[in-house]
């Protein structure tokens, strides 16, 4: 399902306990779930959200639709909740007339890397390479001095 404004404020607190994840104010969460909600998807069981994921389709470059944020709760990992929000996500994409979804990575985010493959994204990343964990990623890709792996899916 995708949020309403009901959602915002456990969205965010569940970003910020979700490791990995950068936690944005909850102003963010409003305008993004406002102006690009019909591609930010949630997944709730008993009331509660359990897994979320979000992105949205280039404006730049409308071939691209860019995974933002996936993450879920610790206790309901394993149990292919991200892989139904990345199946979610693909649909959307491809409804939208996209031709490839972008998501980066952090090296040291093995379960990350490992969803995203095991989902048939392919490592594109080009430029300053740098290898980490066995990984080629990008050298300091948005200047926050981190290395992150570029994926692309193919649609
Ligand atoms: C990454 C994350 C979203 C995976 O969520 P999940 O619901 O547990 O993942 P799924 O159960 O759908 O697993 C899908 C595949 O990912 C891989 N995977 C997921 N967690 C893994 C782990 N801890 N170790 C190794 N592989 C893992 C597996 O290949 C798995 O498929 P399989 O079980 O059939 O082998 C979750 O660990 C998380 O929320 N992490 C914190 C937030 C984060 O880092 N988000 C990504 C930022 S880019």
């Known amino acids: 399902m995708t949020p309403s404004d009901d ?6 607190k569940l970003v910020g306990e979700l490791k990995g994840l950068v936690q944005h104010p909850v102003h963010f969460y409003k305008i993004i779930i406002n102006y690009f ?4 998807f949630i997944i709730k069981e008993a009331d509660r959200i359990i897994g979320l994921g979000w992105g949205f389709v280039s404006q730049s470059n409308r071939n691209i639709f860019f995974l933002w944020q996936i993450g879920v709760l ?13 199946e979610k996500l693909i649909k959307f994409a491809k409804d939208n007339n996209c031709k490839k ?3 980066t990575v952090e090296t040291g985010n093995i379960a990350s890397w490992k969803m995203f493959e095991k ?8 430029g ?13 890709y948005y200047g926050s001095g ?9 649609l």
């Open 119 to 126: 989902m048939d994204f392919k490592n594109v990343s080009k």
């Open 7 to 12: 959602d915002i404020l456990e969205i965010h």
């Open 101 to 103: 979804v972008h998501a």
């Open 37 to 40: 909600g019909n591609s930010f």
């Open 74 to 86: 610790k206790e309901f990992r394993g149990k292919n909740i991200a892989n139904r929000l990345i």
């Open 128 to 140: 300053n390479i740098i290898f980490e964990n066995g990984k080629k990623a990008i050298v300091n």
């Open 146 to 154: 981190t290395n992150q792996i570029l994926y692309e899916y193919k």
